[in-house]
């Protein structure tokens, strides 16, 4: 258990990293027997066992500030250089709404727990109704930048969102942005102030930093502001300690 979910780590990370495997299919008419083989296995196997669906990609619920900051930020993950496309400094992290899909055995975790766990950001289906969110991070800087729109499921106080929400969100960028930079952690302390609140349906823009790493200790700060950065809306303080995999499955 503790091995599979290692690996389901380190698959994140590679997902993170843009890096997932994909099966070449060959280029035609000169194509082998053996390769078109290969591009057979892999079209039988897309079917059996659809890739998940990357939450993280814009859709018809997206209102114009949205796509905005997405588009400006999706921009700068690639850059043109003497005619040639190259990385850029920000890159967009995937997100899906299963975690242990992809853990085998189950010891600690039942088989039916496992096929029913869903991110708690992700379990909504209806586009638009609750977290619709997108995290890109920039290496060179140690800074993520996560583009959140707050879908009407989200209410706490009247047309406006609930603090356990924005928490949810903050924790979510911070913990994402942590665990890039450190591996496995959990958060050991969020500290949060609520500077003014945000309107129901609107979009805003949460920012996460490195402030310093420490042996285990890894403490990012972040803030949430209108979509223009003209309105701070709320600022925190978080702390995450690395654990090891036997730490979360209780070993
Ligand atoms: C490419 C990237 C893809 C990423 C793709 C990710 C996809 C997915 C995204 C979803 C992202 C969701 C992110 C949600 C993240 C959660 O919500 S995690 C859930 C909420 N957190 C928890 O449940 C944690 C519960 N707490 C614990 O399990 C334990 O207290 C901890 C945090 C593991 C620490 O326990 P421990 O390892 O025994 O540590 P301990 O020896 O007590 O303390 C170690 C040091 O830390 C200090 N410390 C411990 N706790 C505290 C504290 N609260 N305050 C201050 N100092 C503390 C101690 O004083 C000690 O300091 P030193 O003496 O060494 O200087």
Known sequence: MARSL??????????????????????????????????????????LFPKPRDLSLPNSSWGPDMMRLYEHYNSLCEVETEGEKQPGPWRRL???NRILKYATGGVY????????????TRNIKQQGAAFE?????NKEEQKCVCVFQAGHLLEGP???????????MIDSV?????????????TANLNINYRSPISLGSTVVLESFLDKKEDRKTFI???????????LHTEAT???????????IGM
């Open 238 to 248: 978080a702390l995450f300690l690395s654990i090891t995999v036997s730490n979360i």
């Open 6 to 47: 290692g690996q389901m780590f380190k698959g994140f990370l590679r997902l993170g990293s843009g890096l997932t495997t994909r099966t070449p299919c060959p280029p035609g008419p000169g194509s082998t027997h053996r390769a078109s083989l290969l591009c057979t296995t892999a079209a039988l196997q897309s079917f």
């Open 94 to 96: 995937p997100s899906y």
């Open 158 to 168: 009247p047309g406006h969102v609930h603090g356990g929400a924005i928490a949810t």
């Open 109 to 120: 975790l039942s088989k039916i727990i496992q096929s029913k766990a869903r991110l708690f």
């Open 133 to 137: 969110y997108v995290v890109f991070v």
């Open 221 to 231: 700060s972040c803030k949430v502001t209108s979509a223009d950065g003209s309105k």
């Open 174 to 186: 911070a913990g994402t942005h942590a665990t890039y930079l450190s591996g496995l952690v959990l």
